[in-house]
């Protein structure tokens, strides 16, 4: 059993291309984005644990108060 269209399937041959050339550029866009996006995190080393360990902070609460100790 299909779930109902929300919005209607187009009737002429134009729309039909424009919706196949909008989708197919914003896959393109997406590809070249998580391309981008993993060579950025490949250089950066993948998140080292040198770095890591120096951003480790210990946050406490007791009811409205929150103790802030950063780990050094």
Same mark, same amino acid.
Not at 3 to 28: A, D, H, Q, Y
């Given at each position: $059993?299909?779930?109902?269209? =929300?919005?209607?399937?187009? #009737?002429?041959?134009?729309?039909? %291309? !424009?919706? $196949?050339?909008v989708g197919? $550029? $914003?896959?393109? /866009?997406?590809?070249?984005l998580?391309?981008?996006? /993993? @060579?950025?995190? @490949?250089?950066?080393?993948?998140?080292?644990?040198? @770095?890591?360990?120096?951003?480790? =902070?210990?946050?406490? =609460? #007791?009811?409205?108060?929150? +103790?802030? !100790?950063? +780990? %050094?």
């Amino acid at each position: $059993m299909s779930s109902p269209r =929300t919005t209607p399937k187009p #009737k002429n041959l134009f729309r039909k %291309l !424009e919706r $196949m050339f909008v989708g197919f $550029m $914003m896959s393109i /866009m997406a590809f070249v984005l998580e391309k981008v996006v /993993m @060579r950025g995190i @490949r250089k950066e080393g993948g998140g080292s644990k040198e @770095r890591s360990e120096a951003e480790a =902070t210990s946050i406490t =609460t #007791k009811g409205g108060e929150i +103790d802030f !100790e950063p +780990d %050094l």
